[in-house]
């Protein structure tokens, strides 16, 4: 299994290679690993705060969360 994960992280760093060599300006695609799987919640129109919200597990375990502000 380790070696299909590492065999799809090079694929998936030579595409971002790729793309961003085509990309205008500082415009940049970020490659930033890969994950066994996630969450994604949307924003309402009317609501303040992130627009991006996601939670993201990794193969090793790691928990990513971005966007899960609170308001005090």
């Known amino acids: 299994m380790d070696k299909k994960i590492e ?3 090079k694929k998936a760093l030579e595409f ?5 060599k085509q ?3 500082i ?3 970020e490659f930033r690993d890969l994950y066994e799987g996630g969450i994604f919640v949307a924003r309402e129109k009317s609501e ?3 627009k991006k919200r ?3 597990i990794d193969y090793q375990g790691n928990l ?4 899960f502000e609170s308001a005090l």
């Open 7 to 9: 065999q799809l992280k």
């Open 16 to 20: 971002t290679d790729k793309v961003n």
């Open 23 to 25: 990309l205008p300006g």
């Open 27 to 29: 415009i940049e695609l």
């Open 48 to 50: 303040v705060g992130a």
């Open 54 to 56: 996601d939670a993201l």
């Open 64 to 67: 990513e969360i971005r966007g």
